[in-house]
């Protein structure tokens, strides 16, 4: 099974909302992954986190903020977006973060549609 | 930064027919090339990977084949079906340090036609 679930599928948010997206996977893997993917475009990283810790954050504004709760929940919250944030979220995970083809291979999620009104 | 160029942007084949997307990278220090498919709506899908001590790999009719020494990597479907319209990303992993990074080419969006 290498199933990663988001929800929710859709949300559709005011600027001044506080939503939050939710990723789970029990492939107990140990990398997790937001990206953000804009139409017709490749996904881009927004986070990582090794072992529920952040490893990397590329340079993602304040308004987002994860969380990783445990081994198999990964948490994006948002606050305060603009309409320019609208796009797809996709999670990811993968086995470790470390050399190794399988260990690195990524699984992704549906992703969830975000638009910001 | 790794940069992946991925071609060609666009492509229509015949039902049938064969499908060629190429990517070539920079760096050469990874473990692993890996293609995803993804259809509208949808998260992408692992295809099929390859490592870099292999020239080829082939999964039923999905064919990647790795040219190391020109830095290039390409994906081949075999008789190409509708079912397999859909957008196409090359990927290259690197790592630094105890960071780890997927870059994903630009994509190719294939159309199939029947």
């Known amino acids: 099974d290498t199933e990663v679930t988001q929800t929710p599928k859709h949300l559709v948010m005011g600027m001044t909302n506080k939503k939050s997206l939710k990723c789970e996977q029990h492939?107990?893997?140990?990398?997790m992954y937001w990206y953000k993917q804009k139409a017709k475009k490749p996904p881009e990283l927004m986070f990582v986190?090794?072992?529920?810790?952040?490893?990397i954050n590329e340079s993602v504004p304040s308004r987002f903020s994860p969380e990783c709760p445990n081994s198999s929940l990964l948490n994006l919250h948002l606050h305060a977006l603009q309409p320019e944030d609208s796009a797809l979220y996709l999670c990811?995970?993968?086995?470790?973060?470390?050399?190794?083809?399988?260990?690195?291979?990524?699984?992704f999620g549906a992703g969830t549609r975000l638009s910001v009104l | 930064q790794q940069q992946v160029k991925q071609s060609p942007q666009s492509l229509i084949v015949q039902k049938g027919g064969i499908s060629i997307i190429n990517c070539a990278y920079e760096?050469?220090?990874?473990?692993?090339f890996p293609w995803y498919q993804q259809f509208p709506g949808k998260g992408p899908a692992l295809l099929i990977a390859?490592?870099?001590?292999?020239s080829e790999k082939k999964e039923g009719r999905f064919t990647i084949s790795f040219n190391k020494s020109a830095k290039q990597f390409s994906l081949h479907i075999m008789d190409s079906q509708p079912g397999d319209s859909a957008t196409y990303f090359c990927?290259?992993?690197?790592?630094?340090?105890?960071?780890?990074?997927?870059?994903f080419g630009k994509g190719t969006l294939l159309t199939v036609n029947p």
């Open positions: 990811a995970s993968s086995q470790e973060p470390s050399t190794g083809v399988a260990k690195n291979i990524q699984y």
């Open positions: 492939m107990g893997h140990r990398a």
């Open positions: 986190y090794s072992y529920e810790k952040l490893s």
């Open positions: 760096n050469t220090a990874f473990d692993y």
């Open positions: 390859i490592r870099p001590d292999v």
């Open positions: 990927a290259a992993p690197h790592q630094g340090g105890s960071n780890y990074k997927l870059t």
